[in-house]
């Protein structure tokens, strides 16, 4: 059966390609072809996953499915939560977005936050939503090389390093988005 994911992202792309085959033959939106921007205006990210899902299936009435993620930072009501691919400004620049949290963040001690990522599927019509979520705190500056996004000042609860400092594959066992992933496969496996 054919599934789109509505990502122009190889690495999130392959990653779920490899967990569904054979099962699901999963295709991404720069296979299609499709470059057209779905806007994520709304106010949750279940929201904004379901809206990209909607858009998707109305297009190509195929089974498809979407993510949205966030970083919530308690000391920060939730923020950048929604916001957070652009926190820094419309670049949606990764340093921006962290010297920000920073500086929002250099007199407070409660440093706690979690990532936070909602899948919306549309399948036979039908939709679903699944979630994960990791929970931790926000280092006072950056560590490590690898990853992408706030990875470099978030460090896991139950961890001494940040996610910037962490293999790909052991990310991915404890992430916001692999636990999300893990329900999402669990549900197209039955
Ligand atoms: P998206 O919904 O996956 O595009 O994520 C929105 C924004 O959240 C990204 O632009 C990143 O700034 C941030 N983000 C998402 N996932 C991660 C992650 O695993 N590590 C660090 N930042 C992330």
Redesign the pocket.
């Known amino acids: 059966m054919k599934l789109i994911f509505a990502t122009h992202?190889p690495g999130?792309l392959q990653e779920v390609k490899e967990l569904l085959a054979p099962k699901y033959e999963v295709i991404g939106l720069t296979e299609l072809n499709d470059h057209e921007d779905i806007p994520?205006n709304e106010s949750t990210?279940e929201g904004?996953a379901l809206v990209k899902a909607r858009a998707i299936w109305e297009k190509y009435q195929l089974s498809c499915f979407s993510?949205?993620?966030?970083?919530e930072i308690d000391a920060l009501h939730g923020a950048?939560g929604v916001l957070?691919?652009?926190?820094g400004g419309i670049e949606?620049d990764?340093d921006l977005?962290m010297d920000k949290v920073l500086a929002e963040l250099s007199d407070v001690e409660l440093r706690t936050a979690q990532?936070r990522?909602s899948i919306a599927l549309i399948i036979n019509g039908q939709e679903q939503l699944f979630h994960g979520v990791v929970k931790g705190t926000i280092r006072k500056n950056r560590s490590g090389g690898d990853?992408?996004?706030?990875?470099p000042i978030?460090q896991p609860d139950g961890y001494q390093t940040t996610?910037a400092e962490m293999s790909n594959s052991a990310?991915n066992k404890i992430?916001?988005?692999g636990m999300a992933i893990a329900a999402l496969v669990e549900f197209l496996k039955e």
């Open positions: 992202n999130k994520e990210l904004n993510d949205d993620t966030g970083l950048p957070s691919a652009r926190y949606k990764p977005n990532f990522t990853g992408f996004g706030y990875d978030f996610f990310k992430s916001h988005r």
